[in-house]
Nanobody
Framework: QVQLVQSGGGLVQAGGSLRLSCAASGRPVSMYAMGWFRQGPGKEREFVAGISRGADRTSYADSVKGRFTISSDNARNLVFLQMNSLKPEDTAVYYC?????????????????WGQGTQVTVSS
């Protein structure tokens, strides 16, 4: 099975940028569809972005389209979430996740493997 370890995140002013990284071990990230989710204070965990196995398709939540970009580096077994034009409402704990089916899905129950989470705080 795959293990996911996240890095990046932190505190940034509104309008700024951050990049989150997710390092996979145990299995190649290319075997999975990968997703990024977030959970704000008092909120449900929600889908942010996903990339299919083979990286031929991506999907984004409407709230981040045009601002966030998901990508993968199969040679280094990494998945990234580049976040630009950040807003205070983007403040949340962000999680990367892997779906063994390889299908691009927005449903968190389809993802069986999760990173530890990383805090992103956007100040106004």
């Amino acid at each position: 099975q795959v293990q996911l370890v996240q890095s990046g995140g932190g505190l940034v002013q509104a309008g700024g940028s951050l990049r989150l990284s997710c390092a996979a071990s145990g299995r190649p990230v290319s075997m999975y569809a990968m997703g990024w989710f977030r959970q704000g204070p008092g909120k449900e965990r929600e889908f942010v972005a996903g990339i299919s196995r083979g990286a031929d398709r991506t999907s984004y939540a409407d709230s981040v389209k045009g601002r966030f970009t998901i990508s993968s580096d199969n040679a280094r077994n990494l998945v990234f979430l580049q976040m630009n034009s950040l807003k205070p409402e983007d403040t949340a704990v962000y999680y990367c996740a892997a779906d063994r089916s390889g299908l691009l899905t927005t449903n968190k129950v389809d993802y069986g493997y999760w990173g530890q989470g990383t805090q992103v705080t956007v100040s106004s």
